[in-house]
């Protein structure tokens, strides 16, 4: 195997397969289009394990010009193989921390510094009620109580991911913001569990800048990803509300996703079967009255679970098809 050598213009060729006479002249440098090698006066660099010559791999730095821009709340520079270097997801919740961080940001430094990161925690706190432990201990081990802790953009959006994983846990949030008949009629019509609607709702929350349970449209505008596609549902119903905003019904409406025949049917029969169970039961009346009562207040208890068995049932399926197919597929 001949040697392999990083050319940089802009700085020094590095030989990776450096000369046993260190203190001789430096190697000159031969590139040719497929293949580059690099020789010394005396001798040459010593073949490694194989006898097979392969081109040496030369990845090469252009001049700024050509770098690739990526930009994530901060303007940074790099080249191509920082942007494919770069593993974190580019999610929707991503746009909606780039919304949030944007409007923290008012100096436009790209970095929220000390004060604006206690505004953020208390802007939180102000949406979410008194702070869980689990929340709090999170806090605390990033040091975000520290007076004078900063985040870049990454950082912040690290902060956002991990407020709405612990808060879907908290099974009261919803109940606190959505009476109980909504509540059951928007996860039947969304077809999502109660965690997932959890985290609409934080992220709902976070995007309702002045707090008032509603979102303008001038705002959605200004996000990407879906929030964005939003707006001319929002404008279509102007004459509902001339103030052009979203409510939490209308933005959830964006996670929803399409219910098959068959899991509507077996929902249905679901709650036939959970009914007749209760009036055949062996129980007073009354106790029969309330608790069908408490079940149609209710109707999440049957219908999330359902819901989520059938995705965990539908992913598991696709991935043993995807294993089939992958195996049944010629080589």
Request: aromatic fraction near 8%.
């Amino acid at each position: 195997m001949q040697c392999s050598t990083i050319f940089r213009p802009s700085a020094p060729s590095i030989n990776l397969c450096p000369s046993p006479l260190p203190h001789l002249h430096p190697p000159a440098v031969v590139h040719s289009r497929h293949t580059c090698q690099t020789h010394t006066a005396l001798q040459p660099c010593k073949k490694l394990q194989t006898q097979t010559q392969r081109p040496c791999a030369t990845v090469s730095s252009s001049s700024s010009s050509s770098n690739s821009s990526y930009s994530n709340g901060n303007s940074t520079s790099g080249n191509a193989m920082d942007v494919l270097g770069n593993t974190r997801p580019v999610d929707r919740l991503r746009y909606q921390a780039k919304f949030v961080f944007t409007a923290l940001d008012t100096e436009r430094k790209g970095r929220l510094q000390g004060g604006q990161v206690q505004q953020y925690l208390a802007y939180s706190d102000a949406r979410f009620g008194p702070r869980s432990s689990a929340l709090d201990t999170y806090y605390k081990d990033a040091g975000l109580l520290d007076p004078g802790k900063t985040l870049g953009f990454e950082q912040f959006v690290d902060v956002v991911r991990n407020q709405v994983r612990i808060l879907s846990d908290n099974s009261q949030l919803l109940n606190a913001n959505i009476q109980g008949p909504e509540l059951g009629k928007l996860l039947y019509n969304c077809c999502i569990t109660t965690r997932e609607m959890t985290q609409a709702l934080v992220a709902f929350k976070l995007m309702d800048l002045d707090n008032d349970g509603f979102i303008p449209a001038e705002d959605l505008a200004k996000t990407q990803s879906v929030e964005r596609k939003m707006v001319d549902d929002v404008l279509d119903d102007a004459e509902e509300d001339p103030a052009k905003r979203a409510n939490f019904s209308a933005y959830v409406q964006s996670y929803a996703r399409e219910r098959p025949v068959a899991l509507t049917m077996v929902i249905m029969a679901t709650h036939t079967l959970a009914f007749w169970l209760l009036f055949s039961a062996p129980i007073d009346v009354t106790w029969k009255v309330l608790l069908s009562v408490f079940l149609l207040l209710k109707p999440q208890l049957i219908n999330s679970p359902l819901i989520r068995a059938y995705q965990i049932i539908r992913t598991l399926f696709g991935r043993s098809q995807a294993e089939l197919d992958m195996r049944l597929k010629p080589s």
